[in-house]
C-alpha cells in the first residue's frame, strides 16, 4: 500500500521557477527508486528525471542543466527544482516510486500536478 502525493504545479512564465514536491506514504522499502515522468497534451508519458535512494541520478537529455532532482529519505520525499521553464515543459507531471512487491517490483503512481509554462 503506497499513496504518492505531488504538490508545487501551477502557471509560470518563461524563464521562472518551480519546486514540485511527491510525498510517499504507506509501506515504503528501504531501497526504491523514485521519479518524475511527464505528460503534454497529445504526447507520450516520458521520463524527467529518476533518483534512487543512494542518490544516483538519470535526467532526459532535455531538462539537464535546468532540472534538479532530490530527495529526503526519511520523508520519503523527492523533489524537482525546475528552472529556466520554457513553454514545451508545459505537461502534467506525475510522481512514480518502484520498489519491490509480494511477487516483483511494481510501480506507483501519482495523480499528477499540471505545470503550465506561459506569458
Known amino acids: 500500500q503506497v499513496q504518492l502525493v505531488e504538490s508545487g504545479g501551477g502557471l509560470v512564465q518563461p524563464g521562472g521557477s518551480l519546486r514540485l514536491s511527491c510525498a510517499a506514504s504507506?509501506?515504503?522499502?528501504?531501497?526504491?527508486?523514485m521519479g518524475w515522468y511527464r505528460q503534454a497534451p497529445g504526447k507520450q508519458r516520458e521520463l524527467v528525471a529518476t533518483?534512487?535512494?543512494?542518490?544516483?541520478?538519470n535526467y532526459a537529455d532535455s531538462v539537464k542543466g535546468r532540472f534538479t532532482i532530490s530527495r529526503d529519505n526519511a520523508k520519503n520525499t523527492v523533489y524537482l527544482q525546475m528552472n529556466s521553464l520554457k513553454p514545451e515543459d508545459t505537461a502534467i507531471y506525475y510522481c512514480?516510486?518502484?520498489?519491490?512487491?509480494?511477487?516483483?517490483?511494481?510501480?506507483?503512481w501519482g495523480q499528477g500536478t499540471q505545470v503550465t509554462v506561459s506569458s
Open positions: 512514480k516510486l518502484t520498489q519491490g512487491g509480494s511477487s516483483y517490483p511494481y510501480n506507483y
Open positions: 504507506g509501506s515504503i522499502f528501504r531501497l526504491n527508486v
Open positions: 533518483i534512487t535512494s543512494a542518490g544516483s541520478t
